[in-house]
C-alpha cells in the first residue's frame, strides 16, 4: 500500500489549502494563525475564496496578496462572474495581476437568491465559468482551476452535460480542476473515470472537507449538493456534547477517506479548512508534509 511505504519510496503528494476572507478581527487573527501553521508545509497554494456576489472582492485581494508577501507561498484569488459585468470582473483580474498574484480559481458562483436557484447571468457579463475563464486567459497568463463536481452539479440535467462542461472549461484553458467535497470515494472515482472517457487528461484533484463539526458540515453539504453517506454520520451520531470525541473521530473518518486515495494513486490533494489548521495539519503530515 502506497500509504505504508517508506517516506523515499512514497509517491510526492502536493496539497492546497483553502481559506475563506475573515470578518471580524477575532477571525482574522484565527485565519493568519493557520496560515503560519499550515504555510510550512510547503503547499502548492494557498486559495482564498471570493464572497457571493462579490461581497468579499476587496478582503479577497487584500488577503491573497498578504499570504503572499507573509510567507513567500503562492496565493490563488477565487473568482465568480455573478451579478457583475465583464469589464468588473476583468478589473478584479487586472487588480489581481498588480498584486502579482498569478494563479486564480475560476468560478461561475450562486445566485443572490441561494444555491438551487437558476443561474442567470449579468446581460453584460461571463456567462458561465468557461467564458470566465476564456475571459481570463485574455487578460494575463494565470494558472487557472475550475470546480468539478463528484456527485454531479445540482443544476446539470445529466452527467453528459456536467462532463462536457468541465471539458469546456478545461479547453477553455484551466489547468486543473478542484472538486467540491465528498465523503464517498467511489463517487470521486467515478468522476475521473468519465472525465478520462471524455478525453480529459488534467488532474481532477480531490477536494477534503474535515468534519470538524458534524453539524456546521452536514449543512454546508446539503446546501451545496454532496451528501454524507449513513455510514459516516453513524459515526458523529451522539457526539453532540463530547466535543475531545467528535474531534477524534473526525480525524480518523477525513483519515480513512484520504489514505484511500492514496492507496488509489491519488497524489493532489485540495484542503478546505474553513480557516483551521488542526485536522488539515494532521491529514497533511499523514502524507508526509513536515514544516521546515
Ligand atoms: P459552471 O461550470 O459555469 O457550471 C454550473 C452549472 O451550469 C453546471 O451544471 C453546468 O453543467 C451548467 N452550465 C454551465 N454552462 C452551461 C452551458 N453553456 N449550457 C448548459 N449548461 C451549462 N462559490 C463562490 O461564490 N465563491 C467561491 O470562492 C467558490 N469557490 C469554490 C471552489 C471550489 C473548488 C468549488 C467546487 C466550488 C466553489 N464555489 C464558490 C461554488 C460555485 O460557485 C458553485 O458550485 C456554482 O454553483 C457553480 O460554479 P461553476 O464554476 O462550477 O459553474
Same mark, same amino acid.
Given at each position: 500500500?502506497?500509504?505504508?511505504?517508506?517516506?523515499?519510496?512514497?509517491?510526492?503528494?502536493?496539497?492546497? *489549502?483553502?481559506?475563506?476572507?475573515? %470578518?471580524?478581527?477575532?477571525?482574522?487573527? #484565527?485565519?493568519?494563525?493557520?496560515? /503560519?501553521?499550515?504555510?510550512?508545509?510547503?503547499?502548492?497554494?494557498? !486559495?482564498?475564496?471570493?464572497?457571493?456576489?462579490?461581497?468579499?472582492? $476587496?478582503?479577497?485581494?487584500?488577503?491573497?496578496?498578504?499570504? %503572499? &508577501?507573509?510567507?513567500?507561498?503562492?496565493?490563488?484569488? /477565487?473568482?465568480?462572474?455573478?451579478?457583475?459585468?465583464?469589464?468588473?470582473?476583468?478589473?478584479?483580474?487586472?487588480?489581481?495581476?498588480?498584486?502579482?498574484?498569478?494563479?486564480?480559481?475560476?468560478?461561475?458562483?450562486?445566485?443572490?437568491?441561494?444555491?438551487?436557484?437558476?443561474? +442567470?447571468?449579468?446581460?453584460?457579463?461571463?456567462?458561465?465559468?468557461?467564458?470566465?475563464?476564456?475571459?481570463?486567459?485574455?487578460?494575463?497568463? *494565470?494558472?487557472?482551476?475550475?470546480?468539478?463536481?463528484?456527485?454531479? /452539479?445540482?443544476?446539470?440535467?445529466?452527467?453528459?452535460?456536467?462532463?462536457?462542461?468541465?471539458?469546456? %472549461?478545461?479547453?477553455?484553458?484551466? +489547468?486543473?480542476?478542484?472538486? @467540491?467535497?465528498?465523503?464517498?470515494?467511489?463517487?470521486? *472515482?467515478?468522476?475521473?473515470? #468519465?472525465? @478520462?472517457?471524455?478525453?480529459?487528461?488534467?488532474?481532477?484533484?480531490?477536494?477534503?472537507?474535515?468534519?470538524?463539526?458534524? %453539524?456546521?458540515? !452536514?449543512?454546508?453539504? &446539503?446546501?451545496?449538493?454532496? !451528501?454524507?453517506?449513513?455510514?459516516?454520520?453513524?459515526?458523529? $451520531?451522539?457526539?453532540? $456534547?463530547?466535543?475531545? =470525541? /467528535? &474531534?477524534?473521530?473526525?480525524?480518523?473518518?477525513?483519515?480513512? @477517506?484520504?489514505?484511500?486515495?492514496?492507496?488509489?494513486?491519488? =497524489?493532489?490533494?485540495?484542503?478546505?479548512?474553513?480557516?483551521?489548521?488542526?485536522?488539515?495539519?494532521?491529514?497533511?503530515?499523514?502524507?508526509?508534509?513536515?514544516?521546515?
Amino acid at each position: 500500500r502506497p500509504s505504508r511505504r517508506r517516506p523515499d519510496e512514497r509517491p510526492k503528494f502536493q496539497v492546497s *489549502f483553502e481559506f475563506f476572507p475573515p %470578518k471580524t478581527d477575532v477571525m482574522e487573527e #484565527r485565519f493568519w494563525d493557520s496560515i /503560519h501553521k499550515l504555510a510550512p508545509l510547503h503547499p502548492r497554494f494557498v !486559495s482564498v475564496t471570493y464572497g457571493a456576489g462579490g461581497s468579499t472582492r $476587496e478582503r479577497t485581494l487584500r488577503m491573497v496578496s498578504r499570504v %503572499k &508577501a507573509d510567507t513567500g507561498v503562492d496565493a490563488a484569488a /477565487h473568482l465568480t462572474c455573478v451579478g457583475a459585468t465583464r469589464d468588473e470582473v476583468d478589473a478584479v483580474v487586472r487588480g489581481y495581476q498588480e498584486a502579482g498574484i498569478s494563479r486564480i480559481v475560476a468560478l461561475r458562483g450562486d445566485p443572490a437568491e441561494g444555491i438551487g436557484k437558476p443561474f +442567470t447571468p449579468h446581460p453584460d457579463g461571463y456567462r458561465n465559468a468557461a467564458d470566465l475563464v476564456a475571459g481570463i486567459r485574455k487578460i494575463g497568463n *494565470f494558472d487557472i482551476s475550475v470546480a468539478a463536481y463528484p456527485e454531479k /452539479h445540482p443544476q446539470s440535467p445529466n452527467w453528459e452535460a456536467d462532463i462536457d462542461n468541465l471539458k469546456r %472549461k478545461l479547453d477553455a484553458g484551466a +489547468t486543473r480542476a478542484i472538486t @467540491q467535497m465528498f465523503f464517498d470515494n467511489d463517487d470521486y *472515482f467515478r468522476l475521473v473515470d #468519465r472525465a @478520462q472517457a471524455a478525453g480529459i487528461a488534467a488532474p481532477i484533484v480531490p477536494g477534503i472537507q474535515p468534519i470538524h463539526s458534524f %453539524k456546521q458540515i !452536514s449543512g454546508f453539504a &446539503a446546501r451545496c449538493g454532496a !451528501s454524507i453517506p449513513g455510514w459516516v454520520a453513524e459515526r458523529f $451520531e451522539g457526539l453532540e $456534547e463530547d466535543p475531545e =470525541t /467528535h &474531534a477524534l473521530v473526525a480525524s480518523a473518518v477525513a483519515a480513512e @477517506q484520504v489514505l484511500e486515495l492514496v492507496d488509489n494513486g491519488i =497524489t493532489e490533494f485540495h484542503f478546505y479548512t474553513l480557516n483551521r489548521s488542526n485536522l488539515v495539519l494532521a491529514l497533511a503530515r499523514l502524507l508526509g508534509a513536515r514544516p521546515d
